[in-house]
C-alpha cells in the first residue's frame, strides 16, 4: 500500500515539474505543416531569415515550426508582435507553450533549454491522471469543450458522426483509437494532456489555414476562405481570381454571371473543360445546382453552382493532392457559409486579354493528341487510326463521348471504336466494293487542326498508286497534302465512296518523304478487318461523281474528332 502511494506521488511530483518546465518556456509558432518533408521545406526556408527556427512532430502527421523557446510568454509576445510588424512571420502566427510539440525534426534549440522535458510520449503514458482521474475532470468541460474535442477527432479521422457533445460509446472507439495511433494506451478516456494535445493539433491547423469572411461587392458573394492561403488577384468574368500566396498553389475561383437553368447546364459542360478541374472524380447536375469533384495526382477541386434568382453563382476550391484534412476543413468552411447578393460581375469585367486555350482566364484543358475517325454503322462505331488510340488513359469522340478501343490491327495501323453511350449518326461510311482508278481525284476528310474547328476540313488530292512503295497491296499511295489530324479519317472517291482510310505518318521512318505523299489502308482491308470484329460495313459502287458541296455535308456527317486524354 505504501509502495502505492509513493508510486503515485512520485507520478503527480513528475507531473508538477513537467508542468512547470512547459510553462517557464513559451513559442511563437508560425505553421503547422503534414508531412515531415513539407515542414522541413519550410523549417529552412524561415531559417534562412530568422534566427531560433525549430520544427516539431506533434502527432498524426503534423509539424509545428516554430521561434524559440523564449523564457516566458510575454518574451514570445513581443517577438510575434516585432516579427508580425516586419511581414516576416504570417499574421495568424501565435504563442504556444510547446506542450504539443514531440521529436525535434529542425533546428538545435540552443537559444534557451530544450523544449518541456516531458513532453515525449512515455510520460504521458506514466499519466498525470488515472482513467477514474481523467473521466472526473471530463465532468469539468463544458458543451463547447467537448463538442471541440469531437470535432478535432473528426478531423483527425477517427470519428464520423454528428457533433452532439456527448461522448457516447462512437466517441469513445474513436478516443481509443487516437490514443492507440498516438502510442497512448487506449482506454477510451482521454487524459487532460492528451486531450490537450488533440485539440491543440487541431487549432493548428485552422490558424494555418486562416478562414476568414470574404466579401466580394463586385461579384455579389460572401464566403468564407482559406485567407493565410489564397488573395485576391484579378477579375476575368463571369470568374474572380483569388491566387495561392504560398507554396501549396491553392486557388480559389468565384463564379457570378446571369443565368438561367440553360446557363447552369452549359457552366457544367464548361466548367469541366479547364485544367484546373481533373477528369477523375464524381459529378452531379440538378436543375437548380451541380458539383463537380476532380481528381489527379497533383491537385484535388471541388465545385459548386446554383442558381441564384436571375444570376448563377458558386465557387471552385483547387488544391494539392496529399493535404486532404486541410482540403477537406477549407472546403466545408466555404460550404457552410456561401452566400449570394444581387450584384452580379458584368461581362466587360477584366484586362480583356483573349486567348484560344483560355476560358476568363483559366486553362482550356487539351487532348494529348486529335485525330479523325468516321462512322461505319448505325451504332455509332468508329474506325481510326491505331495511333490516335495508343497509350491512351481516356479516348473520347469529339469532347465529351467517352469511348473504348474493342479491336485493333497494329501493323496495318487501325482501330475500332465503340462508344459507351448510345449514338445516332447522321451518315456511315459506305466502303468501295470495286477498284479506284490510278490518278483518280480523291479527298481526304479530317480534323486538321484537332478541335480548333467545329468540322472536318476536306483535302483534295490524287490516287498515286494502288500500292505502297515497298510493294504492299494493302495500302495505297495517294499525292496529297494532309496534316497530323487528318489521320484515322475517311478518303472519299468523287462519288461519295469511302476507298481507304488515311495512315499516320510515312510508310518508311527511316525516310523523309516529300510532304505531299501520304499512304491509306484501302478499302477491301478495311471490310476484313470488320468483318474478323464483329461489324458489316455498308458497301457501295464507285460511281458518278457528286457535286463538292455534297461530299463536303457528306463527309461532316460521317467524320468525327478523336481525342486522347492523359
Request: charged content about 20%; overall charge negative.
Amino acid at each position: 500500500m505504501v509502495d502505492r502511494m509513493l508510486q503515485k506521488a512520485a507520478a503527480i511530483i513528475l507531473f508538477l515539474v513537467w508542468a512547470g518546465a512547459g510553462v517557464a518556456q513559451s513559442w511563437v509558432q508560425i505553421e503547422a505543416q503534414p508531412g515531415a518533408a513539407r515542414a522541413l521545406a519550410r523549417a529552412e526556408a524561415y531559417a534562412e531569415i530568422l534566427p531560433d527556427v525549430n520544427a516539431f512532430r506533434t502527432g498524426s502527421n503534423w509539424n509545428a515550426i516554430a521561434i524559440g523557446p523564449f523564457a516566458n510568454e510575454d518574451q514570445a509576445r513581443r517577438r510575434l508582435l516585432e516579427l508580425r510588424a516586419q511581414r516576416l512571420i504570417p499574421s495568424d502566427s501565435f504563442v504556444s507553450d510547446g506542450r504539443t510539440f514531440r521529436e525535434r525534426i529542425f533546428g538545435t534549440g540552443i537559444a534557451a533549454a530544450e523544449p518541456a522535458p516531458a513532453v515525449p510520449a512515455p510520460v504521458l503514458e506514466a499519466g498525470e491522471e488515472t482513467p477514474a482521474e481523467a473521466r472526473r475532470s471530463e465532468r469539468d468541460l463544458s458543451r463547447e469543450d467537448r463538442a471541440l474535442i469531437q470535432t478535432a477527432l473528426k478531423f483527425e479521422g477517427f470519428y464520423n458522426s454528428v457533433i452532439d457533445a456527448a461522448f457516447g460509446p462512437g466517441t469513445r472507439r474513436a478516443m481509443s483509437a487516437w490514443q492507440e495511433a498516438n502510442g497512448f494506451e487506449p482506454t477510451g478516456i482521454l487524459t487532460t494532456l492528451q486531450r490537450r494535445d488533440l485539440v491543440d493539433t487541431y487549432q493548428s491547423v485552422i490558424a494555418s489555414l486562416g478562414i476568414g469572411p470574404i466579401i466580394d461587392e463586385a461579384a455579389g458573394i460572401e464566403i468564407e476562405l482559406p485567407t493565410a492561403l489564397v488573395s485576391f488577384d484579378r477579375y476575368e468574368a463571369p470568374f474572380a481570381h483569388y491566387e495561392g500566396t504560398t507554396e501549396d498553389d491553392v486557388q480559389v475561383i468565384l463564379i457570378s454571371l446571369s443565368g438561367d437553368t440553360n446557363t447552369l447546364a452549359a457552366y457544367y459542360d464548361l466548367m469541366q473543360m479547364l485544367e484546373v478541374i481533373p477528369t477523375e472524380g464524381d459529378r452531379n447536375l440538378g436543375r437548380e445546382s451541380f458539383t463537380i469533384e476532380g481528381r489527379n495526382d497533383r491537385i484535388q477541386s471541388h465545385t459548386f453552382v446554383r442558381r441564384a434568382g436571375d444570376a448563377v453563382k458558386g465557387f471552385t476550391l483547387v488544391w494539392p493532392v496529399g493535404d486532404e484534412k486541410r482540403f477537406a476543413m477549407a472546403l466545408e468552411a466555404m460550404k457552410a457559409s456561401f452566400r449570394t447578393t444581387d450584384a452580379i460581375l458584368p461581362d466587360t469585367m477584366g484586362n480583356g486579354v483573349q486567348d484560344i486555350d483560355l476560358l476568363s482566364g483559366l486553362e482550356i484543358r487539351r487532348p494529348e493528341k486529335s485525330r479523325s475517325g468516321f462512322y461505319i454503322d448505325s451504332n455509332g462505331t468508329v474506325l481510326t487510326t491505331s495511333n490516335a488510340v495508343r497509350q491512351c488513359r481516356r479516348i473520347t469522340l469529339g469532347e465529351d463521348v467517352e469511348a473504348d478501343v474493342v479491336a485493333e490491327d497494329t501493323p496495318l495501323g487501325v482501330a475500332l471504336l465503340k462508344p459507351r453511350q448510345s449514338l445516332a449518326p447522321l451518315s456511315i461510311a459506305r466502303l468501295a466494293v470495286n477498284e479506284p482508278r490510278l490518278q483518280s481525284e480523291v479527298a481526304v476528310s479530317g480534323y486538321s487542326f484537332g478541335g480548333l474547328l467545329s468540322s472536318p476540313t476536306l483535302t483534295f488530292g490524287t490516287l498515286a498508286d494502288l500500292k505502297g512503295l515497298n510493294g504492299d497491296t494493302q495500302v495505297q499511295r495517294l499525292a496529297i497534302t494532309s496534316a497530323p489530324g487528318d489521320a484515322g479519317g475517311p478518303v472519299f472517291s468523287g462519288s461519295g465512296a469511302v476507298v481507304g482510310m488515311l495512315l499516320d505518318g510515312s510508310e518508311d521512318g527511316n525516310r523523309q518523304l516529300p510532304g505531299d505523299v501520304a499512304f491509306a489502308a484501302d478499302a477491301p482491308v478495311l471490310v476484313d478487318f470488320l468483318t474478323a470484329n464483329g461489324v458489316t460495313p455498308a458497301a457501295t459502287d464507285i460511281g458518278a461523281a457528286i457535286a463538292p458541296e455534297d461530299l463536303t455535308l457528306l463527309a461532316a456527317d460521317l467524320t468525327v474528332l478523336v481525342n486522347c486524354w492523359n
